[in-house]
């Protein structure tokens, strides 16, 4: 089994930058995509964004393209979710997910692809 943390969420004001982390432990071999979704108070959760384990393919959600940045350290089993000019409708509970599948440009985005969940970090953006 895989076993995620995440860390790096807090409060920021409009236009500001988070950076959020993934670590993971345990079978970390059977990791093939790493991804984050977010749910806000009252909605559901929504994909943001998945890279391949060797970090050559990306993915994101229209509503965040050209604002974050998702990325892997080789060196380590940790993904990162760099959020730029953040608004307030970014404001969620941000959690890391990875899938031991290959990712389709169709299910990506697809939560019930993912088989491993952390516990979620809260970013929140005041307006």
């Known amino acids: 089994q895989v076993q995620l943390v995440e860390s790096g969420g807090g409060l920021v004001q409009a236009g500001g930058s988070l950076r959020l982390s993934c670590a993971a432990s345990?079978?970390?071999?059977?990791?093939?995509?790493m991804g984050w979704f977010r749910q806000a108070p009252g909605k559901e959760r929504e994909f943001v964004a998945a890279i391949s384990w060797t970090g050559r393919i990306t993915y994101y959600t229209d509503s965040v393209k050209g604002r974050f940045t998702i990325s892997r350290d080789n060196t380590k089993p940790t993904m990162y979710l760099r959020m730029n000019n953040l608004k307030p409708e970014d404001t969620a509970a941000y959690y890391c997910?990875?899938?031991?599948?290959?990712?389709?440009?169709?299910?990506?985005?697809?939560?019930?692809?993912?088989?491993?969940w952390g516990q979620g970090t809260q970013g929140t953006v005041s307006s």
């Open positions: 997910a990875t899938s031991n599948e290959t990712l389709s440009g169709t299910n990506y985005p697809i939560s019930s692809e993912y088989n491993a």
């Open positions: 345990g079978r970390t071999s059977s990791i093939y995509y």
